[in-house]
């Protein structure tokens, strides 16, 4: 207490002095006069003066000990507010005081930059900073006053827009801090604002960027998402119908009257397109020359047959663009919900196949999505998934032994390729070997399954199976796009294997593709040593001139001629005449898919030169190969 009052140390100071003056001075004086009245009285005048020069001094010293102190102590506040001020003039935020009365305390300058009122006029007229804010955001603003002044939230914030008086629009945002007494009474309230204009413009402008294309301004792509997502979501389930137009003539624009009338071009479609329809329609451009329409009230497959024609009709007339008159039409595909898709890349996908349907059937025209078309696209996820098979190493080889139809021993295997998918297993080969064909993918995954056999058959004939021969198949599109010659050399010396070990395979649908090149073929590898067979005999051409020119050392007679051999005289009579021409001509028999005693007995009869079958032997991973082959050993 004494500390903090410098006047009550002084006046203390001053009469504890002035106490022990009194109860001392007295005793001392009588006992320095001796008793002499005189000198006693003179002595008490100079007590009294002694006792006004000592207090003179003391209270001199304390009270510029304390001027002092005052002193320094307003130079520090002085400095701090002087920092406090420098702070506040360089600091974009405005920092504000008010009373519990919202009489303002203190409103740092950087208001006058941001509501571009001076300070002089808002202490004259409090409101001003209330009445610059926009009207439709003034319930806003309003909710921020009542949330501070009444609510117990600790801060509040609020983002509102002002208007400044040379008509400039500000974005604001405001945090008030209540300050409460101990009984929770509001005393003041603190606050900061901050002019966020800039950061608002880059955040709609990355919002824009986001969610709209910037060539037409039309909604992109994620926009289409979201809204399909939404609607998607709606509990009611309410149908909706999606539109995919893709611009027919396009790509002749671009390439003849160049990528900036192109682009004109675009923005006068999607012009056109978002004003066709001017209710319950939402128009996107999802790149390039395709566009959307969802249609959120129109589901009727009759109306929507009836919009298709006018955007048909619209698409047909020309388009004036920089004096050119520019004819684009369009493909219309047609997807509702929920029939055709109950997600947003579902309904997209399909609406995007219903639009290729309409170009394969001429353009110029629209189609609606056809359930039946899901198997067209399986094999398209199929064919995309293909192109990372190879690489990701899901494609095997499995092994389909060769046996002799009466002593039942181990001739040799058949490779065949399969595809380890790692989310659907196994996929079966009828799925995937024509897609590979279709897209020449085969080429490529010719040559891996030609070097995965040798490298296998050269492993087994190092463990002591010399005789074992292999079989590989062998595609048209490997005898076009491939020097096949040239390559299974090269295949034979890697693997360090002998050619008549070997086996390729090519069915007679293949061969007869190009028969000159596959008779030259067929000769150099036929010089190599290689063995040549024919797979599927019988259900190609079959012709005994067809046989004469290319001389196959093995006939493969197809699994359907085997079938019935056990319980039909022509089947079996058939299979035998193959057999007996064969022998004739010097060409090695074998029979695809036996699977009962009794048609082994009767190849045997007929005299077959070797089976294969699942009697005998299903197709087997390559692991699996050694054991049989062990067995076929200790059976020897």
């Given at each position: 207490m004494i500390a903090r009052h410098p006047a009550l140390l002084i006046a203390s100071l001053y009469l504890l002095f002035g106490l022990l003056w009194i109860l001392f001075s007295d005793q001392a004086l009588e006992w320095l006069a001796g008793g002499d009245a005189p000198w006693l009285s003179r002595l008490q005048t100079y007590k009294g003066m002694a006792f006004m020069v000592i207090t003179t001094v003391l209270l001199f010293a304390l009270i510029s000990a304390s001027?002092?102190?005052?002193?320094?102590?307003?130079?520090?506040?002085?400095?701090?507010?002087?920092?406090?001020?420098?702070?506040?003039?360089?600091?974009?935020?405005?920092?504000?005081?008010?009373?519990?009365?919202?009489?303002?305390?203190?409103?740092?300058?950087?208001?006058?930059?941001?509501?571009?009122?001076?300070?002089?006029?808002?202490?004259?007229?409090?409101?001003?900073?209330?009445?610059?804010?926009?009207?439709?955001?003034?319930?806003?603003?309003?909710?921020?006053?009542?949330?501070?002044l009444h609510g117990k939230s600790r801060s509040v914030e609020c983002k509102y827009r002002i208007m400044r008086p040379d008509g400039e629009v500000r974005w604001i945002h405001d945090t008030a801090y209540p300050v409460q007494d101990e009984a929770g009474q509001l005393i003041r309230i603190i606050g900061v604002a901050n002019d966020i204009t800039e950061q608002k413009r880059a955040h709609d402008q990355l919002y824009l960027l986001a969610h709209?294309?910037?060539?037409?301004?039309?909604?992109?792509?994620?926009?289409?998402?979201?809204?399909?997502?939404?609607?998607?979501?709606?509990?009611?389930?309410?149908?909706?119908?999606?539109?995919?137009?893709?611009?027919?003539?396009?790509?002749?624009?671009?390439?003849?009257?160049?990528?900036?009338?192109?682009?004109?071009?675009?923005?006068?479609?999607?012009?056109?397109?978002?004003?066709?329809?001017?209710?319950?329609?939402?128009?996107?451009?999802?790149?390039?020359?395709?566009?959307?329409?969802?249609?959120?009230?129109?589901?009727?497959?009759?109306?929507?047959?009836?919009?298709?024609?006018?955007?048909?009709?619209?698409?047909?007339?020309?388009?004036?663009?920089?004096?050119?008159?520019?004819?684009?039409?369009?493909?219309?595909?047609?997807?509702?919900?929920?029939?055709?898709?109950?997600?947003?890349?579902?309904?997209?996908?399909?609406?995007?196949?219903?639009?290729?349907a309409a170009k394969q059937a001429g353009r110029n025209t629209f189609r609606f999505y056809d359930v039946q078309w899901e198997h067209g696209k399986q094999n398209l996820e199929l064919e995309r998934e293909l192109h990372k098979a190879l690489q990701q190493e899901e494609f095997v080889l499995f092994y389909q032994p060769k046996f002799c139809p009466i002593t039942r021993t181990l001739q040799g295997f058949e490779a065949l390729l399969r595809w380890r998918h790692p989310e659907r297993g196994l996929v079966s080969p009828a799925l995937f070997i024509p897609l590979l064909e279709e897209t020449g993918l085969i080429r490529e995954v010719g040559k891996w399954v030609m070097h995965a056999a040798f490298h296998d058959l050269a492993q087994w004939q190092a463990a002591g199976f010399g005789h074992i021969t292999m079989a590989v198949n062998v595609s048209a599109r490997q005898l076009d796009h491939l020097n096949l010659v040239d390559f299974v050399q090269e295949a034979l010396e890697r693997y360090n294997l002998q050619p008549q070990h070997i086996e390729l395979e090519l069915t007679e649908s293949d061969l007869m593709t190009n028969p000159e090149q596959s008779r030259a073929i067929i000769q150099g590898l036929r010089q190599q040593g290689i063995r040549i067979a024919i797979d599927d005999f019988g259900t190609g051409y079959s012709s005994l001139a067809y046989l004469k020119r290319f001389a196959p050392d093995t006939l493969k007679i197809d699994k359907s001629f085997i079938d019935d051999i056990d319980h039909e005289h022509d089947a079996a009579a058939i299979v035998e005449g193959i057999i007996q021409l064969s022998k004739i001509l010097?060409?090695?028999?074998?029979?695809?898919?036996?699977?009962?005693?009794?048609?082994?007995?009767?190849?045997?009869?007929?005299?077959?030169?070797?089976?294969?079958?699942?009697?005998?032997?299903?197709?087997?991973?390559?692991?699996?190969v050694m054991g049989l082959l062990n067995l076929e050993q200790k059976l020897d």
């Amino acid at each position: 207490m004494i500390a903090r009052h410098p006047a009550l140390l002084i006046a203390s100071l001053y009469l504890l002095f002035g106490l022990l003056w009194i109860l001392f001075s007295d005793q001392a004086l009588e006992w320095l006069a001796g008793g002499d009245a005189p000198w006693l009285s003179r002595l008490q005048t100079y007590k009294g003066m002694a006792f006004m020069v000592i207090t003179t001094v003391l209270l001199f010293a304390l009270i510029s000990a304390s001027h002092r102190v005052r002193l320094r102590l307003l130079q520090e506040v002085a400095e701090r507010e002087a920092r406090l001020s420098d702070m506040a003039q360089h600091i974009p935020s405005v920092f504000w005081i008010l009373e519990a009365d919202l009489q303002p305390h203190y409103i740092s300058p950087a208001f006058e930059k941001v509501w571009g009122i001076s300070l002089q006029d808002f202490m004259y007229d409090n409101l001003a900073w209330q009445r610059a804010i926009l009207p439709e955001d003034l319930p806003t603003a309003q909710r921020f006053v009542d949330s501070y002044l009444h609510g117990k939230s600790r801060s509040v914030e609020c983002k509102y827009r002002i208007m400044r008086p040379d008509g400039e629009v500000r974005w604001i945002h405001d945090t008030a801090y209540p300050v409460q007494d101990e009984a929770g009474q509001l005393i003041r309230i603190i606050g900061v604002a901050n002019d966020i204009t800039e950061q608002k413009r880059a955040h709609d402008q990355l919002y824009l960027l986001a969610h709209f294309d910037s060539l037409t301004g039309l909604p992109n792509r994620s926009s289409l998402i979201s809204r399909l997502e939404q609607a998607c979501a709606d509990r009611e389930h309410r149908p909706f119908a999606l539109l995919f137009i893709d611009l027919d003539r396009f790509k002749v624009i671009n390439d003849t009257l160049g990528p900036q009338m192109a682009d004109h071009c675009l923005r006068r479609v999607a012009s056109l397109l978002e004003h066709a329809f001017l209710h319950d329609t939402f128009t996107a451009r999802l790149g390039g020359d395709e566009f959307a329409l969802m249609f959120t009230e129109q589901t009727n497959r009759e109306h929507l047959a009836m919009t298709c024609h006018q955007l048909l009709a619209l698409l047909s007339h020309p388009l004036e663009v920089d004096g050119h008159e520019v004819y684009v039409g369009g493909s219309i595909g047609v997807a509702c919900y929920p029939q055709d898709g109950e997600t947003a890349n579902l309904l997209l996908r399909h609406a995007d196949m219903a639009m290729y349907a309409a170009k394969q059937a001429g353009r110029n025209t629209f189609r609606f999505y056809d359930v039946q078309w899901e198997h067209g696209k399986q094999n398209l996820e199929l064919e995309r998934e293909l192109h990372k098979a190879l690489q990701q190493e899901e494609f095997v080889l499995f092994y389909q032994p060769k046996f002799c139809p009466i002593t039942r021993t181990l001739q040799g295997f058949e490779a065949l390729l399969r595809w380890r998918h790692p989310e659907r297993g196994l996929v079966s080969p009828a799925l995937f070997i024509p897609l590979l064909e279709e897209t020449g993918l085969i080429r490529e995954v010719g040559k891996w399954v030609m070097h995965a056999a040798f490298h296998d058959l050269a492993q087994w004939q190092a463990a002591g199976f010399g005789h074992i021969t292999m079989a590989v198949n062998v595609s048209a599109r490997q005898l076009d796009h491939l020097n096949l010659v040239d390559f299974v050399q090269e295949a034979l010396e890697r693997y360090n294997l002998q050619p008549q070990h070997i086996e390729l395979e090519l069915t007679e649908s293949d061969l007869m593709t190009n028969p000159e090149q596959s008779r030259a073929i067929i000769q150099g590898l036929r010089q190599q040593g290689i063995r040549i067979a024919i797979d599927d005999f019988g259900t190609g051409y079959s012709s005994l001139a067809y046989l004469k020119r290319f001389a196959p050392d093995t006939l493969k007679i197809d699994k359907s001629f085997i079938d019935d051999i056990d319980h039909e005289h022509d089947a079996a009579a058939i299979v035998e005449g193959i057999i007996q021409l064969s022998k004739i001509l010097h060409i090695h028999v074998v029979a695809e898919g036996v699977e009962r005693d009794s048609q082994l007995q009767v190849l045997a009869r007929v005299g077959c030169d070797a089976v294969q079958g699942f009697l005998l032997g299903r197709p087997m991973p390559a692991v699996q190969v050694m054991g049989l082959l062990n067995l076929e050993q200790k059976l020897d």
